[in-house]
């Protein structure tokens, strides 16, 4: 007697929360199913209309986010990029990706905006978010700096500070993202 199981896989986009650099599968197929709503406080909250992720790195795992866990990420207007007032975890495209084989998406706690005049004092840019910022300004402006050097000319705007830790270094991490590289943010992980 033939007994055929029917096996649920599904292939979620990856979103890298670590380095960048390190090759990671653009997708990867999970087992499983992710519902299309959650209980919070009792309310079902729905969530059919978010994107399903596969998070690939522990570079979250102070905001609870872990290496293959499953993220529902809302995908945001570009009203929304430009009007964030709280410090959500926000899923970034990745630009200049030369791997077309590899994750396009990076994972990153939001920090706050910084506007394109104030790159020339970065003590100033410090000082705004020396409440939310973990590490020495010194080390700070040296992680800045070095990636904004990396960022366009075209894309030196309006920038979005994020956090993340680097597993290699075991060290917090910052840096600046062009806003209209943010995709979206994290709305719940299982």
Not at 114 to 141: C, H, L, P, T, Y
Not at 149 to 157: G, L
Request: with cysteine; glycine share 4%; proline share 3%.
């Amino acid at each position: 007697m033939l007994v055929l199981l029917s096996i649920n896989f599904k292939s979620l986009p990856v979103v890298k929360a670590g380095k960048v650099t390190k090759i990671c599968a653009k997708d990867k197929y999970v087992f499983g199913y992710m519902p299309d709503s959650v209980k919070n406080g009792g309310t079902k909250v729905d969530l059919s209309q978010d994107e399903k992720m596969l998070v690939s790195g522990n570079s979250m795992k102070e905001y609870k986010i872990f290496d293959g866990q499953r993220i529902y990420v809302k995908k945001m207007s570009e009203r929304e990029k430009e009007r964030i007032t709280t410090y959500p975890i926000l899923v970034f495209n990745i630009v200049d990706n030369p791997n077309e084989h590899d994750a396009q998406y990076k994972l990153r706690k939001f920090v706050g905006y910084v506007k394109a005049g104030d790159f020339k004092d970065w003590e100033n840019i410090f000082n705004r978010f020396k409440n939310r910022i973990k590490i020495s300004q010194a080390d700070f402006v040296k992680q800045c700096s070095a990636k904004y050097q990396k960022v366009s000319q075209a894309d030196r705007q309006n920038m979005a500070l994020s956090e993340t830790f680097d597993e290699d270094k075991n060290l917090i991490a910052y840096s600046l993202h062009p806003v209209n590289t943010i995709y979206g943010k994290v709305e719940y992980a299982l």
